[in-house]
């Protein structure tokens, strides 16, 4: 099957210009000017319309148990989001509990999604606990296609790993050439400032901030950039909200540490006076680290700009409002944490980055696609419109305007974080190697044809 995008302006992370790109055996074989199209191709005509490459989201949950329950979405549902928002490929944390097996854990995952996903995905490997066993699995694991661990510092007793845990994870890391993405808030710090807060009676949804400001991050970043620094391990900081943090992480990459820093949509554009809505609204807003002064979204977006935050991601994880948030009703550490984003990051990137100036389309670009795939060992194959390259395509029309709703969402979960917002752009036509998954903003994609992609370790 071939796929002829004609007269679009072809925006990539370094380049814009107008041409028709051929799509041949899901991959892009031609770009030139005044391509004519073979007998039995499909011709999309691109005139006025942005062709991007696919975006890639680094940062998904998908299957995710949390305190009892499982966030909303399957493979289907969000693999169908993902494509309709523009994003081809998405990177899901596989999450084992402390006594889980990695290799059944990863097991697990690539079951839930292998044969369901709409779209190409890979997965970061999550380390819940460091042993003989973790390490043998993890080294087996690197060889069957995955090169990049997890790991969390916060939540103590479920994820959190210790120092002798972290040291020794960050070494075998560096010895397969594998990054290590990183959750850094210290798990101490937030277990005595619930409890303190607790204890003073405040249980809503707007102490779950409270419980972890911005320093009990920045003190998480800093702690792994020590280790990052004595091992030389290469480490990127995940969803990173706030200036103190952010500045931990700029401040290690003087002397050398080699660090990278994603942020996400939710903190850009909303603020932590939302998770202090009244009548338990707030819980819907509950995330962590948690959504910040609005201060901090000036600087995340100059971050962004500069390249300062290399990578934009949703961290989506969706639980429903009515049942599942309600967990938390007299208990805000009950909440279970998490926004859905996968399905309007894009737009709402776009609308509030591009259009009000703040960044322009290579850096939107970049960070919402291209820096994705050159850390996680997908470039040039995901990231880029070059021939070669997987034909993942978004054709976007600037000229769309809309409003998000819950009412008009794919994602399975019972509300919108960005309810009513104004979006000016959507992806009209989106392609999965080379084969039409969106058309006028209707998914029309297969589910099943994802593909499970395996990265190669850097040995770096
Ligand atoms: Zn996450």
Redesign the pocket.
Known sequence: MSLLIKNGEIITANERYTADIWCENEAITRIDRDLAPARGAEVIDATGKYVFPGFVDP?V?VYLPCLGTFAKDTHETASQAALIGGTTTFIE?ICPARAEGPLASFELWLSKAQGHSACDFTFHMGVARYDEQVEEEMTEIVKRGLSSFKIFLAYKGISALTDEELFRTLRLAKKLGVITTA?CENADLILELQRQLLSEGKTGPEWHHESRPPLVEAEGVHHLMTFARLLDAHVYV??TSCEEALREAVNAKQPGVNVWVETLIQYLVTDKTYAERPNFEGAKFVMSPPLRDRRNQAVLWNGLRDGVISTLAT?H?PFDFATQKRLGLTDFTKIPNGMPALEDRINVFYTNGVKRGRLDLHRFVDAASTQAAKLFGLFPRKGALQPGSDADLVVYDPNYRGTISVKTQTMNVDYNPFEGMAIEGRPSLVTVRGQVAVRDGKFVGQFGRGRFLQREPSHF
Do not use: F
């Open positions: 940062h949950h944390m959750h995940v969803h961290d994880a």
